[in-house]
């Protein structure tokens, strides 16, 4: 017997952003692991997420890992597209590009707990792209709240955590290539 399968198509209308600096892109790059703890975070928080059984080992998790708080993201993971992509194409140049994925388990939960589809776009991701002939960098993201809160019956609170991480995700990427 086979299963009923259902589908259903959600159309939404999601905001890219571009933030731009003539600031080189080694020094967005330096700036932004510094900012997200690269050393830190990454695999560090992937185990530390993954082997919690309580909401104060995350809290202390996310803590040690945000230095004591003073940071609003952490590194969940980072890759070079510009790299994987010149070896696929014969050492063929592209311009520097970086995905980073970054987030808050803190903030997440936050939304998470009002919708669980929300966790498609967290944590958010920013891609940092050198501009042509080296003369500064942008960073690309879509706004976070544009992404997670879709549909109609969208909670107060949801909306309210996800203009908070918008504005945190902007500040942010403005310090970093500032």
Excluded: C
């Amino acid at each position: 017997m086979s299963a009923h399968i259902t589908k259903t198509i959600e159309i939404y209308t999601a905001q890219r952003v571009t933030l731009t600096s003539k600031k080189h892109i080694k020094d967005v790059l330096t700036a932004l692991d510094i900012e997200v703890n690269k050393e830190g975070g990454g695999i560090n928080m992937m185990l530390m997420l993954a082997n919690a059984k309580s909401k104060e080992e995350i809290d202390t998790g996310m803590k040690k890992m945000s230095d004591g708080g003073k940071r609003d993201f952490v590194l969940f993971a980072a890759g070079s597209h510009s790299r994987w992509l010149s070896a696929y194409h014969s050492g063929r140049k592209f311009l520097e590009t970086h995905i980073y994925t970054i987030g808050n388990p803190l903030i997440a939960q936050a939304m998470l707990q009002h919708d669980l589809t929300a966790g498609l776009h967290v944590p958010p991701k920013l891609l940092v792209v050198e501009m042509e002939g080296g003369k500064g960098t942008n960073i690309v993201f879509d706004l976070p709240s544009s992404v997670i809160i879709v549909g109609k019956n969208v909670s107060p609170e949801l909306k309210k955590t996800a203009a908070v991480l918008d504005d945190k995700f902007e500040r942010m990427v403005r310090k970093v290539l500032a």
